[in-house]
């Protein structure tokens, strides 16, 4: 199963992998060291020592540099602040909508914000009940639109009533306000935009001027 379709970068897939090529590896290595002329075993031994060690400061630096940032989505950065964001400023709007737009948010909002099981169970309960998978989940004061459902930043302002607070992804808006900021609508208000670590956006929170 490591090698099915579409597993070349699936780590999880990869990982099962990982004994069988340790195992070749040190075979390879230590039998090509019984094999080579016993004047050239040092040299061998340098050569292999100094690979590893380029391979481990490889290793490092991309861990550490470049793959934060190349991961950041797979990893769903973002979600974090922006759910924190949205529980600490709770108060101040009668309703807050929390975009699914680009993948499911309740999950990460239940995670973060520590919600009751029991009470989310009876909310969900009653939402699965109205037999309509069209409506917003609604938790208390935070609405749930249904999975793959967005709105363009053009698009916005119908739903933007009176201490209402949208947080729409950056995918879903498509226009990057870090950099275009004179794009915004005058009938929106950007509250707040939430950075992935490269600096592009992830989240925005609009709501009414």
């Given at each position: 199963?490591?090698?099915?379709?579409?597993?070349?970068?699936?780590?999880?897939?990869?990982?099962?992998?990982?004994?069988?090529?340790?195992?070749?590896?040190?075979?390879?290595?230590?039998?090509?060291?019984?094999?080579?002329?016993?004047?050239?075993?040092?040299?061998?031994?340098?050569?292999?020592?100094?690979?590893?060690?380029?391979?481990?400061?490889?290793?490092?630096?991309?861990?550490?540099?470049?793959?934060?940032?190349?991961?950041?989505?797979?990893?769903?950065?973002?979600?974090?602040?922006?759910?924190?964001?949205?529980?600490?400023?709770?108060?101040?709007?009668d309703k807050i909508i929390i975009s699914s737009a680009n993948e499911p948010a309740l999950i990460?909002?239940?995670?973060?914000?520590?919600?009751?099981?029991?009470?989310?169970?009876?909310?969900?309960?009653?939402?699965?009940?109205?037999?309509?998978?069209?409506?917003?989940?609604?938790?208390?004061?935070?609405?749930?639109?249904?999975?793959?459902?967005?709105?363009?930043?053009?698009?916005?302002?119908?739903?933007?009533?009176?201490?209402?607070?949208?947080?729409?992804?950056?995918?879903?808006?498509?226009?990057?306000?870090?950099?275009?900021?004179?794009?915004?609508?005058?009938?929106?208000?950007?509250?707040?935009?939430?950075?992935?670590?490269?600096?592009?956006?992830?989240?925005?929170?609009?709501?009414?001027?």
């Open positions: 199963s490591s090698l099915t379709k579409g597993g070349g970068d699936h780590a999880t897939r990869l990982i099962l992998m990982i004994p069988v090529l340790m195992v070749l590896t040190a075979f390879g290595i230590y039998y090509s060291y019984l094999g080579i002329n016993r004047r050239f075993k040092n040299l061998f031994v340098t050569l292999v020592s100094a690979g590893l060690l380029l391979s481990f400061i490889y290793y490092q630096h991309n861990y550490w540099i470049h793959y934060p940032m190349k991961s950041e989505r797979w990893w769903h950065a973002g979600f974090e602040e922006t759910i924190n964001y949205a529980i600490k400023v709770s108060a101040d709007y990460f909002f239940l995670g973060w914000s520590m919600y009751s099981p029991d009470l989310f169970q009876k909310e969900y309960q009653k939402f699965l009940s109205m037999g309509e998978s069209k409506l917003n989940l609604r938790l208390n004061k935070f609405e749930f639109p249904p999975v793959g459902q967005g709105f363009s930043l053009y698009g916005l302002s119908p739903i933007l009533l009176n201490r209402v607070l949208y947080i729409a992804t950056a995918k879903e808006i498509v226009i990057n306000l870090n950099k275009e900021p004179e794009r915004l609508p005058k009938d929106v208000k950007l509250v707040k935009t939430f950075n992935l670590t490269s600096g592009e956006p992830a989240f925005y929170a609009f709501t009414k001027p």
